[in-house]
């Protein structure tokens, strides 16, 4: 076969959020359900996937040489008040359910620290919030989905019957099962669009772990940010619920459930390489600590201030420069709590600049095979891909993790081992035997899925 | 697939017994390799070669017949090698040093050189090429010489089938651009190997494991061309704008 060697009209080079390893591919825009499935019909031998808004941080919405479907524009949505059920279209993002249910008096059952993803990755990736450990994931909360398998046809699959093993090999299947086109899933009643919110500065890494614990049967919603360029893991504690509209000021609850975040500024693509360094990552996590206040209660919110603050600023991965960077995120259950420790000393030994470094509980596993969250302790950090050391130090850490009976979140994951992979996900062969059910041919597929043997 | 720390996963070495090449993959870091091709004339070389990165724990090497001089076979034989999985790294590392005095006498030896050194590197990286293209990314990585920089009386007939190789790595990493392909071209001095064993050390001389050191940093770098040494590249511009007349009168 010849082909051209330059680059030709269609194709872009795609990356995750973190901004590492670009892949060619023909990117193919789908406005319905017969387009996809055109498209699967008509997949390359590179053979084809799904990609939202890329807020993937590592391969999993990239493939080289394939067709990469953008289904942005099957993004309608339908909201039932009665059932509590809202039906989506794959390519709606977050941020638009939430402009069309919010002043309903309705909100998203889990939302995760950006608006900027679509249904369709988040079930894909089934999404967790700071509400798992009361929630779950965004899986355990859809009704029905619609999907587009292997060989082109349409199926309904749900939790429930039949299809279930099908339904939970597509929740948090990565896409590799095939392309999701619409999803229906329960929403939460809400009297106002705030937050009432506790704020608790902790001194240490212990006093941070403790407070989680004590508060969570207390909170919805609970995250905690880390100081990690301070030995002692200080950090700051934030909790909340949807506020009431009995919370609200007189003036607040004019606009109750008023829903209409913008976007502050945008990052310009000239970052130069080594603008985080350890100077600046350090006068931030101190402005950080310091700008929280020690003890405070019943604050209100925004959703967009309490979720989503770095929605805030559009494109803030630029910020890392031209390398990018990656986010290592990882489980572990409560008996290896101290590997919270263990993985921040770590990556301070290498002085790896991180300013978002966030703690969280999570509650039980559902029943989704390469579904990522279990109950126990999960640490998201940001590190620049340049960093020395950082590839030794990170293995490191995988083995303890493992050992520990962790792993790593696979929406994150850019650079863990197909052996770990397939150590930590014990249950990677029944998920591939109902993969193979619904893609026999193999055709959805990732850099991602190449990378990791899946 | 590279990993976001630019780790590769599988390796295709086109002339699997060359010492630099074969310093550069043991460069590289090891964890994430789970497949290295060293493709060679079947020899013993060939086998001590994949023995030898084994014993290293260097995972998955096999050795491969390939030819350099055997163009019509390239396509196949890159095919067969791309269909068993993606390759990310290709070193392009063939090459024959000749004998200048014997070649000027017998111009069929000089065609042996340039089939080897420039035709059949033309042929096979154009197949890789195509290859890496489909896929979507990969980088090949080009072993040009400092002697194609400039030719000289010792060994022009070397030199300029380097020099065709150079010029050919550069042209088609400007094709490939923007395709997440890529082509790096690397330039080393005198390197210590059987190839250069007993002839007297140039100035800047280095060992392949020096030049792996170099290739893998500017991989990782995601640079276009590389001396090795680095400091290569100013001594080359000075003899490069070297007049004539001079520099025929440089020893050798």
Redesign the interface.
């Known amino acids: 076969m010849t082909q051209e060697l330059s680059r030709q009209e269609g194709e872009e080079l795609l990356t995750g959020w973190g901004r590492t390893v670009p892949s060619l591919a023909q990117v193919v825009k789908c406005s319905s359900t017969e387009e996809v499935q055109a498209a699967v019909l008509g997949a390359g031998p590179r053979g084809v996937l799904v990609r939202g808004l890329g807020r993937s941080y590592g391969d999993a919405a990239q493939s080289g040489g394939a067709k990469v479907l953008d289904l942005q524009a099957m993004n309608g949505i339908q909201y039932d008040s009665d059932a509590g059920l809202a039906t989506a279209g794959a390519g709606a993002s977050l941020d638009s359910i939430m402009r069309a249910l919010v002043p309903q008096g309705a909100f998203v059952p889990v939302t995760p620290g950006t608006r900027m993803i679509t249904i369709g990755g988040a079930i894909s990736t089934d999404v967790h919030g700071k509400n798992h450990h009361v929630d779950g994931t965004f899986g355990a909360h859809v009704r029905q989905l619609t999907l587009v398998d292997g060989n082109g046809e349409l199926r309904e699959l749900n939790p429930d019957d039949s299809t279930g093993s099908q339904f939970w090999t597509t929740v948090g299947g990565m896409g590799l099962t095939g392309a999701i086109t619409s999803a229906s899933f329960d929403v939460i009643p809400v009297e106002t669009s705030r937050i009432c919110v506790d704020t608790e500065r902790a001194k240490d890494l212990d006093e941070v772990m403790a407070h989680m614990v004590a508060g969570d049967s207390k909170y919805r919603y609970t995250v905690a940010w880390i100081d990690t360029v301070s030995a002692s893991g200080r950090g700051v504690i934030t909790s909340g619920d949807h506020a009431r509209l009995d919370q609200l000021s007189v003036k607040q609850r004019a606009t109750a459930l008023e829903f209409d975040p913008k976007a502050l500024a945008s990052v310009p693509n000239i970052v130069p390489p080594g603008l985080l360094n350890k100077l600046t990552v350090r006068a931030f996590n101190e402005a950080w600590y310091r700008k929280a206040p020690g003890h405070r209660t019943g604050e209100i919110q925004s959703i967009g201030a309490f979720f989503h603050p770095l929605d805030g600023v559009q494109n803030w991965n630029r910020v890392y420069g031209p390398g990018g960077f990656l986010q290592y995120q990882f489980v572990v259950p409560d008996s290896a709590s101290q590997l919270v420790r263990v993985a921040l000393d770590r990556l301070r030994s290498i002085s790896a600049p991180s300013f978002l470094t966030v703690l969280k509980r999570f509650g039980e596993a559902n029943p989704a095979p390469l579904s990522f969250p279990q109950a126990g302790w999960t640490l998201a950090a940001d590190v620049p891909a340049g960093v020395p050391g950082l590839g030794a130090v990170l293995d490191e850490l995988d083995e303890r993790v493992a050992d520990a009976g962790g792993r790593l979140y696979l929406a994150k994951d850019s650079r863990q081992s197909p052996q770990m992979f397939a150590r930590t996900y014990p249950r990677l062969g029944e998920w591939q035997k109902t993969r193979d059910e619904l893609d026999p041919r193999g055709i959805f597929t990732s850099d991602l899925a190449r990378r990791l043997s899946i | 697939?590279?990993?976001?720390?630019?780790?590769p996963?599988a390796i295709l070495v086109l002339g699997g017994t060359s010492e630099i090449a074969l310093a550069t993959v043991r460069a590289l870091?090891r964890?994430?390799l789970?497949r290295v091709v060293l493709a060679a004339r079947p020899s013993e070389g060939r086998d001590a070669a994949v023995a030898a990165l084994s014993a290293d724990g260097i995972a998955g090497a096999t050795g491969v017949d390939f030819q350099a001089q055997a163009t019509s076979e390239h396509g196949v034989f890159i095919d067969s090698i791309f269909d068993a999985?993606?390759i990310d790294v290709i070193l392009l590392a063939f090459g024959v040093l000749g004998d200048q005095l014997a070649e000027e006498a017998s111009p069929d030896l000089a065609v042996e050189v340039a089939t080897t050194n420039y035709t059949g590197a033309v042929s096979v990286g154009l197949h890789v090429?195509?290859r890496l293209?489909?896929?979507?990314?990969g980088t090949l990585v080009i072993f040009s010489s400092v002697a194609g920089d400039r030719a000289r009386r010792s060994n022009y007939i070397y030199g300029s089938t380097k020099a065709g190789l150079d010029a050919f790595g550069q042209g088609?990493g400007d094709?490939?651009?923007?395709?997440?392909?890529r082509v790096l071209v690397v330039r080393p001095g005198f390197v210590r190997t059987k190839m250069t064993e007993g002839m007297s050390e140039a100035p800047l001389s280095v060992d392949p494991a020096a030049v792996g050191e170099i290739v893998v940093k500017a991989l990782r770098k995601g640079r276009e061309t590389v001396y090795a040494p680095g400091p290569l590249r100013l001594v080359m511009a000075g003899l490069k704008t070297l007049p004539r007349p001079i520099f025929r009168k440089l020893p050798r």
């Open positions: 697939m590279n990993d976001a720390l630019g780790e996963q870091p964890q994430r789970r999985g993606d090429a195509q293209r489909q896929q979507g990314h088609l094709a490939l651009h923007g395709t997440g392909a």
